[in-house]
C-alpha cells in the first residue's frame, strides 16, 4: 500500500512559478513510476508529467515541456513539479499518482496505469 500527499498549490499570477511537491510513504519499494496528472472542471484529466523511479527517466506532456520539471527525491521518495513560466490555462487542480503494481508495458501517460492517487493541489493562475 501506497500513501501520496501532494502540496504546494496556490494563487499565482501569469508568469510565476510554483512547486508543486508528492511525498510516498507506505510500501513505496514498489514504486515504479510517479506521475503528475490535472483536472479542470468540464474537461477530462490530463497527463502532466512522470518519472520512473528506478532510472529517473521523465516523460513531458506537450504543453508541460520546456515550462516544466519533475524530479525525484529518492532518500524522502518525494516527486516535484516545478512550474515556470505559468499561464491562465494551467489553472486546474493538480494530482499525483504512484504505479506500484506490475505493468508492463509501463503506460505513464495513461491515468488508468496508475494505483494510488494523491488528494490534489489547486493551482490557479490569473492574468
Known amino acids: 500500500q501506497v500513501q501520496l500527499v501532494d502540496s504546494g498549490g496556490g494563487s499565482v499570477q501569469a508568469g510565476d512559478s510554483l512547486r508543486l511537491s508528492c511525498a510516498a510513504s507506505?510500501?513505496?519499494?514498489?514504486?515504479?513510476?510517479l506521475g503528475w496528472f490535472r483536472q479542470t472542471p468540464g474537461k477530462e484529466r490530463e497527463f502532466v508529467a512522470a518519472v520512473v523511479w528506478s532510472t529517473g527517466s521523465q516523460m513531458y506532456s506537450d504543453f508541460a515541456k520546456g515550462r516544466f520539471t519533475a524530479s525525484r527525491d529518492i532518500v524522502q521518495t518525494t516527486v516535484y513539479l516545478q512550474m515556470n513560466s505559468l499561464r491562465p490555462e494551467d489553472t486546474a487542480v493538480y494530482s499525483c499518482?504512484?504505479?506500484?503494481?506490475?505493468?508492463?508495458?509501463?503506460?505513464?501517460?495513461?491515468?488508468?496505469?496508475?494505483?494510488?492517487w494523491g488528494q490534489g493541489t489547486q493551482v490557479t493562475v490569473s492574468s
Open positions: 499518482a504512484a504505479i506500484h503494481r506490475q505493468r508492463t508495458p509501463l503506460r505513464l501517460a495513461d491515468a488508468s496505469s496508475y494505483d494510488s
Open positions: 507506505g510500501a513505496t519499494f514498489n514504486v515504479k513510476a
